[in-house]
Nanobody, 127 residues
Framework: QVQLVESGGGLAQAGGSLRLSCAAS????????MGWFRQAPGKEREFVAT???????YYADFVKGRFTISRDNAKTTVYLQMDSLKPEDTAVYYC?????????????????????WGRGTQVTVSS
């Protein structure tokens, strides 16, 4: 059974930092693309960042230069380092996994491509 468990959310001030973690189990982690998405109240879920199974990273324009995604295959964990936080970053952040197979280079920014999802962790940024 595949499980993705997010942690590290909480309350931060604008300009501050948080580091999210997503621990994966029940899958061959190194063959999965791992992504972060978020959903704010009243809004649709949106792409934040993703890492291909080979480590290439992709970001939404609104987080470039502020957020960093990374993965540790030995720990089957993906991270999202969030710096220079803004109040508009307030949302529930979800971790997701997409089987890559032999394609280690690319990753999708579309939520429909991800098969497995965590339950999310709340991030609240105060002004």
């Amino acid at each position: 059974q595949v499980q993705l468990v997010e942690s590290g959310g909480g309350l931060a001030q604008a300009g501050g930092s948080l580091r999210l973690s997503c621990a994966a189990s029940g899958l061959f982690f190194s063959t999965y693309r791992m992504g972060w998405f978020r959903q704010a109240p009243g809004k649709e879920r949106e792409f934040v960042a993703t890492t291909a199974s080979g480590g290439t990273t992709y970001y939404a324009d609104f987080v470039k230069g502020r957020f960093t995604i990374s993965r540790d295959n030995a720990k089957t964990t993906v991270y999202l380092q969030m710096d220079s936080l803004k109040p508009e970053d307030t949302a529930v952040y979800y971790c997701a996994a997409d089987y890559a197979g032999s394609n280690a280079r690319t990753a999708s920014s579309s939520a429909v491509d991800y098969e497995y999802w965590g339950r999310g962790t709340q991030v609240t940024v105060s002004s």
